[in-house]
């Protein structure tokens, strides 16, 4: 990501890097989210899916490839404003440290940077969140279809609970987004000046934009699987399940579960980070250029 940058071009080409996200990494975020809200098997009883492979082809086997794609449009439709408000939360956090525009940051800056970006997303990213996980946990063929797409679900959200209802899991996306997109920000500035030729500081090759994108993307979900799984369950549970909202969450989880449940998903998780991440930072710093050279002055 170039240092300086202005707001219109952020916009634009975070919209690019986060479509690209959506297109790559939505399959296997529909099985994770799925295999973080299956019930509990009953005893002697085997879990609705086994694994990340077996849950990728009973959702093809019963609902076809763009079974995959379920919830896809809410996050798609989001991701224009949501990655621009990010970028942007992320130059904004970093010349907040900045005591003149050509000073370099140091790691723990640029995690406080990549924090207050978690901050300015939240507000975009948890009706949009409900929404893809309600979707993508609706099961084709396994009782009543509830939701006919994303406007049917706000629709339905909003006539049982209001403008509250569509933000429920607020709390949970900060919990999770906040940390996360420190670590994600701050693991891809660090791999742009390891990665850059000598010389040429941040100047990186299509090849070294996908490697630091895609650690980058690793290193962001090993924060965030946990408060994930926390997120998942509490954005599709009926209403009252959890009453104090993401500290039911946890103890029903202790109690019935322990720990390694808040690392379900991890496997498809990780398996998605690398290329949806990839894809991302390449999308953007691409659209980056082509911005930078139709319009130099913008």
Not at 82 to 97: D, P, S
Not at 122 to 132: C, L, W
Request: charged residues 20%; positive net charge.
């Amino acid at each position: 990501m170039p240092e300086k940058t202005s707001p219109v071009k952020d916009f634009l080409a975070g919209g690019v890097g986060g479509s690209c996200t959506v297109i790559v990494g939505q399959p296997l975020d529909t099985i994770k989210v799925r295999l973080q809200t299956q019930p509990k098997p009953e005893p002697g009883q085997k879990p609705l899916y086994l694994g990340t492979w077996d849950c990728a082809l009973k959702t093809v086997r019963n609902e076809g490839f763009l079974g995959l794609y379920k919830g896809m449009a809410a996050p798609l439709i989001g991701v224009t404003p949501m990655f621009a408000v990010c970028f942007l939360g992320f130059g904004i956090g970093k010349k907040l440290q900045q005591k003149d525009p050509d000073e370099a940051l140091t790691a723990v800056q640029l995690f406080n940077a990549g924090m207050l970006s978690g901050v300015f997303t939240t507000a975009i990213m948890t009706p949009g969140e409900r929404v893809k996980c309600l979707l993508q946990v609706q099961a084709a063929g396994t009782g009543p279809k509830l939701y006919n797409g994303p406007l049917d679900v706000v629709k339905v959200l909003y006539r049982e609970g209001g403008i509250r209802s569509i933000y429920k899991g607020t709390c949970a996306t900060l919990l999770r987004d906040v940390p996360a997109s420190g670590m994600y920000f701050m693991t891809y500035e660090w791999l742009k000046r390891t990665l850059a030729p000598e010389g040429k500081s941040g100047d990186l090759s299509p090849m070294r934009v996908i490697v630091a994108g895609g650690l980058a993307g690793m290193f962001n979900w090993l924060v965030a699987i946990g408060p994930d799984v926390l997120k998942s369950r509490l954005q599709t549970a009926p209403e009252g399940k959890y009453p104090h909202g993401i500290r039911s969450v946890f103890m029903d989880i202790m109690k019935n579960e322990g720990p390694s449940a808040l690392f379900k998903g991890a496997a498809p998780v990780m398996i998605r980070a690398f290329p949806a991440n990839a894809a991302c930072f390449l999308g953007y710093e691409v659209a980056m250029k082509f911005l930078n050279y139709i319009a130099p002055n913008l």
